[in-house]
């Protein structure tokens, strides 16, 4: 348990495009100028710098720093910074894993004010095109059958949950729809101003049966920064603080193929996760008012909303089917609020940590809510993360 010793103090986001037509190192030294800025500090303060360089990885391509990725030593040289901390979260659940490595840093005395990024590039061609002209280990027994990229990979726990739980994709299309009406209002999203229909989403084939088009996050070019300091310290700067109560990171689930994620790993390794949190945390689900759930790929909502114990398992389907998640109905769970990845763009969990921290410090304007505790979801449950922001301490 962090007992709240860490705050968020402050954040910068750029608008989100298909594809920019800056590079991307360009607007990731602006973001987190603004950034810093914003919570009242000058460069020279900023003595941390903590991000996740991993993904996307599309077609094979050449990674080449400050232009397909910015990793933080990167940003920190650029921004003429002389940091005492530098680091980089390796795994998935990109943006938690660093909201972690930072809590640990700040508790620790390694860095006082840090700066936490993420910055997404999408290249021209296929996001998940197939390069690959022989392939060896693991992966010849799924690749050369068609059994390729996250599209396989989510469709085949989607159709398990169908199938299961006797679920259908008219259910789906509630998700979509409630993402894409809430990022449809936000400035920065990409489909800002472009909500989607129920029937425009059945009307949408399946690409990897039962996934569609729309049951995928669009791939995306944006950058967005977070400031975190001590609690101390963040009573005299200018916003408001939001607290990080505490957070887990999942193990994995059992050795598999490639992109073999059976749905019993992910409702196992989901109420794993989940459990580590509250045990971390001392919070329950009851005390929990935004839960902000990943939504990479929209089976993802569900999975999520089982595993947190928002609904019971199985039930997912039938929770949202009853306008449970609509955002705009008294009492309902408001877990798109943000309009997450759907309504945003392919933004690897920015849009849950930044719903979080707007609501909870009062900054979301129009769309503010009276919440005081949120969950930033992010990845699947089983192979991602979660943290957990209080806008009081815990």
């Not at 397909?68 to 003429?80: F, T």
């Not at 006082?112 to 280990?137: K, Q, T």
């Not at 729309?214 to 101390?232: H, K, N, R, Y």
Request: with cysteine; proline share 6%; charged share 20%.
């Amino acid at each position: 348990m962090t007992a709240s010793r860490v705050a968020v103090v402050g954040y910068a986001h750029s608008t989100i495009e298909r594809r920019g037509d800056r590079a991307l190192g360009a607007l990731a030294v602006d973001t987190a100028r603004a950034a810093i800025a914003d919570a009242g500090l000058t460069v020279d303060q900023v003595d941390g710098f903590v991000s996740s360089s991993l993904l996307p990885s599309a077609g094979g391509r050449q990674v080449v720093d400050g232009v397909s990725i910015v990793s933080s030593s990167w940003l920190a040289r650029s921004l003429g910074a002389s940091p005492r901390y530098v680091a980089g979260f390796d795994g998935i659940g990109q943006l938690s894993g660093s909201v972690g490595m930072t809590v640990n840093a700040v508790l620790s005395g390694a860095a006082d004010y840090v700066l936490v990024h993420r910055a997404l590039h999408n290249p021209a061609g296929s996001y998940h095109g197939n390069p690959m002209r022989e392939i060896r280990g693991a992966m010849q027994w799924t690749a050369p059958q068609g059994y390729f990229g996250p599209l396989a990979m989510i469709a085949l726990p989607y159709t398990e949950y169908l199938q299961r739980y006797g679920a259908r994709r008219e259910s789906m299309a509630v998700v979509v729809t409630e993402a894409r009406k809430n990022g449809a209002r936000i400035p920065w999203s990409y489909w800002h101003g472009r909500p989607l229909t129920v029937e425009q989403y059945l009307a949408e084939p399946t690409l990897s049966d039962p996934i569609c088009r729309l049951d995928c996050d669009i791939p995306v070019e944006g950058v967005a920064t977070f400031v975190l300091t001590s609690a101390e310290r963040a009573r005299d700067l200018p916003n408001r603080p939001v607290y990080v109560a505490g957070f887990a990171g999942s193990a994995g689930g059992p050795r598999r193929l490639p992109l073999h994620w059976p749905l019993d790993d992910i409702q196992h390794g989901g109420a794993d996760t989940v459990q580590r949190l509250w045990q971390r945390t001392g919070l329950t689900v009851n005390d929990v008012d935004l839960p902000q759930v990943y939504d990479g790929f929209s089976p993802f909502v569900w999975f999520w909303l089982e595993a947190l114990g928002v609904c019971p398992v199985g039930e997912a389907h039938r929770f949202v089917d009853s306008g449970a998640i609509d955002s705009d109905k008294p009492g309902a769970v408001p877990a798109l609020s943000g309009g997450g990845a759907l309504g945003n763009g392919r933004m690897h969990g920015v849009p849950q940590m930044l719903e979080c921290y707007l609501q909870l410090s009062r900054r979301a304007g129009e769309r503010q809510r009276d919440v005081s505790v949120g969950l930033a979801c992010q990845s699947a449950p089983h192979f991602g993360g979660v943290v957990a922001y209080t806008s009081e301490p815990h």
